[in-house]
T-cell receptor, first 111, second 112 residues
């Protein structure tokens, strides 16, 4: 069966510090991968998606970036965090069906 | 007008009640419809998915899609305290586009 992992689970970072969040998927090959942010009262916002290694599409211009160095690894990064980057970051994957499956999430607080 | 509208609630019901959760949408190109359940501080979990119009039943859960009215529903029968969560509707156009558009979620509390 497929599983998706995210780490860290929680993170508190000062404004201006860098960020690296990691997502890995097990039990499947060539998944589509997604990064979402969920802020209170704002719903789920798609940030990036990837259909293959090195292929990244950005949905929202901001100071975040994503990379996919391996087939089942997806990384969300920032060089300098802003207060507005606080939120719950979710990674998801999909296979040949249209359904997306989410990871446990990373709760980021920027102070 | 937002693409997907969902009443955020909160919705509070007694145990055993029938719960009705709804979303409306504006884009007639949506063909795939999903419901996710999200417990507090956890990732969303896929509950139900349907293609085009019609009903789908899975245990105590029934998903309905009315494309003519651009309206989808999730019914929970014999609700349990363990059903207390936020329910998110999501939809997608399909045809190679895999971007899900989510509602903001309805927070449900089932009281014992």
């Amino acid at each position: 069966s497929q599983t998706i992992h995210q780490w860290p689970a929680t993170l508190v970072q000062p404004v201006g510090s860098p960020l690296s969040l990691e997502c890995t998927v097990e039990g499947t090959s060539n998944p589509n991968l997604y990064w979402y942010r969920q802020a209170a009262g704002r719903g789920l916002q798609l940030l990036f998606y990837s259909v293959g290694i090195g292929q990244i599409s950005s949905e929202v211009p901001q100071n975040l970036s994503a990379s996919r160095p391996q087939d089942r690894q997806f990384i969300l990064s920032s060089k300098k965090l802003l207060l507005s980057d606080s939120g719950f970051y979710l990674c998801a994957w999909s296979g040949t069906s249209f359904t997306q499956f989410f990871g446990p999430g990373t709760r980021l607080t920027v102070l | 007008q937002k693409e997907v509208e969902q009443d955020p609630g909160p919705l509070s019901v007694p145990e055993g009640a029938i719960v009705s959760l709804n979303c409306t949408y504006s884009n007639s190109a949506f063909q795939y419809f999903m419901w996710y359940r999200q417990y507090s501080r956890k990732g969303p979990e896929l509950l139900m998915y349907t293609y085009s119009s019609g009903n789908k039943e899975d245990g105590r859960f029934t998903a309905q899609v009315d494309k003519s009215s651009k309206y989808i529903s999730l019914f929970i029968r014999d609700s349990q305290p363990s059903d207390s969560a936020t329910y998110l509707c999501a939809m997608m156009k399909g045809g190679g586009s895999e971007k899900l558009v989510f509602g903001k979620g309805t927070k449900l509390t089932v009281n014992p």
